[in-house]
Every structure is written in structure tokens, then in C-alpha cells.
């Protein structure tokens, strides 16, 4: 079976990256072989029927039905008109057709719960009405998911389960402590009885490079990315990244798209290829999943402790230099020699520091990402990076540099768990 998960569509706005993404799936699935397209939520900006029937005229110009894909999606946060029309499912099934829904009830449509088989697969979609104050499921959908996962295990203990909701469920993914509004806070206790289960979540818009985007404990949780743009955290420590002015998304994050290929084999077994639409490119290796034991040994892969097992510090290669230039007194401009890892680095620590004593000058360090979410292969990064700081972030006691005063920075990589390099140190004062 060949499958495609994708998220976060967002019609009007994310029809051309749509496009791009259905072709590009179609060439790795290759025509008429691709059984289903999975969409985790967010399929519109507003929930409006104006953009359902934009999506129906896309699904029809790449002619789905002719080829036998079943298209499956759960409804998101921008679909439910951020909490405004929790039973947004009916007018979904209305201007989308026999696209939506297949062989649901009408209590089921209006929930925008759907449970369907595909090929001997169980597939379900769980509506999460509520985001705003907490994101949480209803008691009335997890009662319907428990009903169709009982379904799903009495049918086959042997087959992976798979499920979407659209917000990530918290404590599992990357990302998935970022704050209420990202994640599912009750869906766990539901889903730890069922090993079978891969989840597919969205909603946040986090790029799939992160090894943290897959994890095992009690189910398989896996996050799906987002054809139109990416986001990044919004705080690292209680640091705001200067990349993202105080919010989620960099100045760049259009220059991206990604999703998810999808492979069952004969055994059950699950290989997750990441795709970057944006590059045409394979993101680094595919994650396999195997096949549902009783035991549940199948879930010791991708477990947090499997993850930091072997990961190893990031560090700066030998004669690596800094180079910082002050741009008046309230900014100054930073190039230095990128570090390495052995995945990539995710982002710099920079410290201001008083030349003479080498102390740190100001209450607070700045944080920058790196450019990992811009190429699907690490080693394609830039091996050296160019940043303007405001002084202002470094808190300092006067709020800008002194003139009579000499300093140098001090930079750290930090990779995606956490382990740091050796600093940096610019070479001359500035």
C-alpha cells in the first residue's frame, strides 16, 4: 500500500504548493499506484465553502477518483474557523462530495469524525473541536475514537492502526510542548492502549529534518510538516530567536514544503519517507516502523532514549573564525564559520563579552537558527553565516554599546537535543 500525509494545506493561499506537492507525489508513487492522500487537518484558511470548492477543483484537475486515490482527511483549527463552527463537517461533506466521508453516518460527518478501510487498513480521523483555552479533545470524540479503535484492533491485532487528529498530542513530537494552543492534552491517555496506532498531527508547521518528529513510548506519534510554509519555536530557553521577530516563522519560511511517503509492505511493516516539495528532494533517511507486536517491541526504535543513544556535540572545525563589526552603537554584524554535527546544527548561542575580562556583558544571550529547514540534506547548509543583532537583546545595563568600550562574542551550536560545542571567540575586539 502507498499512502501520502500531508497538512496544513491552507486554500486559497496553498493551492500552488498543493499542486506542486500531488505531482511529486504521484512521480514517487507513480501514476494510479498511490491508494490514498491522508490530510491532517487544515485544509482552509477559514473554514468558508468558497475554499472547499477550491480544493474539490483540485483534486479533480489531478483526478484522484480516476486513479483510485481515496482522499482522507481530519479537520483543523482554520477548518472549524478557530473554534467557531466545531460541527464545520457537514459543509466539508457538502462542496467536497464523494471526496469526503465515505460511508460515514450523519452524526459522524457533522462531528467530522470518519473511520474508513483501506485495502485491510484501518484509517480513522478524530475531530479536535476545541484549540482556544487549551486545545483537548471532547469527551464525545474520544468515546467515537475508542469505538473504532476497538474496531480497528478486534479486526487485525496485527496491522498498524493509522490515525489523524489534527493538533500534535503533547509529550510525544517536536514541538509538542510549545504551548496549549499546539497540542492535544487529553488524547494520550486513550491512545497508550492501543500500540498499534501511528498518529499523524500537524497544526504546528515544524520541518520534518528533526529526529524528534517521530517518537515511540505507549503508540507512534509522527508529525507531518506543511505544504505552504514553515514555523520554528517561538522560544528556546525563554529566548525569543531573532529570526522570527517575536513570533513562529522566519523571513523565509515560503521557501518550503513538506510531507510525507508513506510504504506497507506485505509484513505490515511502515517505511516513512520525508519529502521536501520545495527542493524535490528526499529529507535525509526514511524512518521504518515495524509491524505491531504483542509485546510491543515494536516500539523501541524511535523512543527518546533511542534517539540520544548515540548523538554526539557539535563542533567547530579548526581555524573556524568570527568576524563582528559594530553598526553604530545599537547593532552589530556577525559572520562566522558555520560548526558541525554529526545530523546538523540547530541553533547558535551568541554572547556579548567585555574584551578585557572576557565576562558577559548584558543579562541575556541572542539566539539564531541555522538554515537546517531550507535544504533537505544537512550537508548542503551554508558553511558560513552572516546575522545583525540588536544590541538591545543583549540587555545591557545603558540598552547600547559604549563607545570607549571594547568587546568580543562568544558563539555555541547547539544541536537538535541540546548538546553544545565548545565556543567560539570572535578574533578581535570590536
Not at 493561499?13 to 491508494?35: I, N, P, S
Not at 491517555?189 to 524528534?212: A, C, M, W
Not at 527518546?304 to 547593532?331: D, M
Amino acid at each position: 500500500m502507498r499512502l501520502a500525509v500531508v497538512s496544513d494545506l491552507h486554500f486559497n493561499q496553498g493551492k500552488g504548493k498543493f499542486d506542486e506537492c500531488l505531482k511529486q507525489l504521484y512521480a514517487k508513487a507513480g501514476e494510479e499506484r498511490l491508494d490514498a492522500l491522508l490530510v491532517a487537518g487544515d485544509l482552509t484558511d477559514s473554514g468558508i465553502c468558497l475554499e472547499v470548492r477550491e480544493i474539490k477543483a483540485a483534486l479533480d484537475d489531478h483526478a484522484l477518483a480516476k486513479k483510485g486515490t481515496i482522499f482522507f482527511f481530519a479537520l483543523g483549527n482554520h477548518d472549524l474557523a478557530f473554534d467557531e463552527k466545531p460541527y464545520n463537517g457537514e459543509m466539508f461533506k457538502r462542496y467536497l462530495g464523494d471526496y469526503a466521508f465515505e460511508g460515514a453516518t450523519k452524526e459522524e460527518i457533522k462531528n467530522g469524525n470518519h473511520h474508513q478501510v483501506i485495502k485491510g487498513y484501518h484509517f480513522i480521523a478524530s475531530n479536535c473541536k476545541i484549540y482556544n483555552g487549551g486545545c483537548h479533545h471532547l469527551q464525545e470524540d474520544l468515546d467515537w475514537l475508542k469505538t473504532a479503535l476497538d474496531e480497528a484492533q478486534k479486526d487485525d491485532p496485527q496491522r498498524p492502526i493509522f490515525l489523524l487528529t489534527h493538533p500534535v498530542i503533547y509529550d510525544t513530537v517536536y514541538g509538542s510542548k510549545e504551548s496549549t494552543y499546539w497540542y492535544s492534552n487529553n488524547i494520550d491517555e486513550l491512545l497508550k492502549n492501543y500500540s498499534q496506532v501511528i498518529t499523524f498531527g500537524g497544526h504546528l508547521h515544524f520541518p520534518l529534518h528533526d529526529e524528534r518528529n517521530i517518537h515511540q513510548r505507549y503508540y507512534t506519534a509522527i508529525q507531518t510538516g506543511c505544504t505552504l510554509y514553515c514555523s520554528l519555536e517561538s522560544e528556546i530557553d525563554g529566548i525569543k530567536p531573532i529570526d522570527t521577530k517575536g513570533g513562529m516563522e522566519p523571513s523565509d519560511c515560503h521557501d518550503f514544503s513538506q510531507g510525507l511517503y508513506l510504504e506497507v509492505d506485505g509484513h505490515h511493516n511502515v517505511r516513512v519517507t520525508r519529502m521536501d516539495f520545495y527542493n524535490k528532494a528526499q529529507i535525509k533517511h526514511p524512518w521504518v516502523i515495524p509491524a505491531p507486536k504483542e509485546d510491543g517491541s515494536h516500539l523501541n526504535r524511535y523512543t527518546s532514549e533511542a534517539i540520544l543513544a548515540n548523538n554526539k556535540a557539535p563542533y567547530f572545525q579548526k581555524g573556524s573564525s568570527v568576524n563582528v563589526s559594530r553598526n553604530g552603537t545599537k547593532q552589530i554584524e556577525i559572520s562566522f564559520d558555520a560548526a558541525c554535527d554529526d545530523d546538523y546544527v540547530y541553533y547558535y548561542e551568541i554572547h556579548l563579552l567585555d574584551k578585557d575580562t572576557l565576562c558577559k556583558v548584558g543579562k541575556s544571550h541572542v539566539i539564531t537558527y541555522s538554515d537546517f529547514y531550507r535544504f533537505a540534506n544537512p550537508k548542503d547548509m551554508k558553511k558560513r553565516l552572516k546575522k545583525v543583532v540588536d544590541v538591545e537583546l543583549f540587555q545591557l545595563p545603558t540598552g547600547f554599546l559604549e563607545r570607549e568600550k571594547k568587546y568580543v562574542v562568544k558563539i555555541i551550536a547547539v544541536d537538535t537535543l541540546g548538546l553544545k560545542s565548545e565556543p567560539l571567540y570572535s578574533e578581535h575586539a570590536f
